[in-house]
């Protein structure tokens, strides 16, 4: 039986620790203390690591944590700026585990980065800094229509996928969407889960595909209803989906 924890790391990441109760993969270690506490606690040996992108807050915790686990692979995008990675994966590579029993692909999603990779099987999403609940990573250095894309890979998975986002950026993005979406009436319903949860200082990770489907602004630049609300808001006439994300993404990079 699997099981997902999230380690709390800095200000709002997390560190998603999966594991069968003896043998454990780590997504995205950007420090080591709080992961290798985590592991030592509950007796559990590390497999792989898991890296979605070159951040430090993403990498940062690698190689100590490999002082303490030297038999774990380190899975990651091919990147030279992501050192001690013994294993590169590429779209359509499929990472296959039997300690924990698990089986990730992998879908390149350049946006957030040019080499951004995000995990997933019929179960679970591993997106890194590609997708927030009602959110999306900034555009560090690919384009929107890149981003686009990468977003649109995502729609197309299995909508009761949850997903396990990097960021504690929940509430912040539904202030955005309660903006760009101002007649939807879940996204009132959702803040008032998110603030019971983070009331009592719990993740509001993971979310799942469906919901961010019908309320994240960013997987719905194709929807009328989003076009016109830019209109009213920014007095800005959209063409095309494309530009729709774009004015989206630097409307939120400025809100
Ligand atoms: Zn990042």
Redesign the pocket.
Known sequence: MIKIHPVPAFNDNYIWVIHDHTHALIVDPGESQAVLDYLHTHQLQLTAILI????Y??INGVEEILKHHPQADVFAPEDERIPCSNTRVHEGSLVQFTQPEISLHVLETPG??LS?IVYHNDAYLFC??TLFSLGC??L?EGTPEQMLNSLNKIKNLPKQLKVYC?HEYTLDNIRFTEAADPENPSVGDYKQEVLKLRAQNLPSLPTNLARELSLNPFLRSDDVKIQSNLHNALQITVEDEVATFAALRSWKDRF
């Open positions: 979605t992108h070159h951040h807050d993403h957030h980065t951004h890194g800094d990573g900034r560090f990097t």
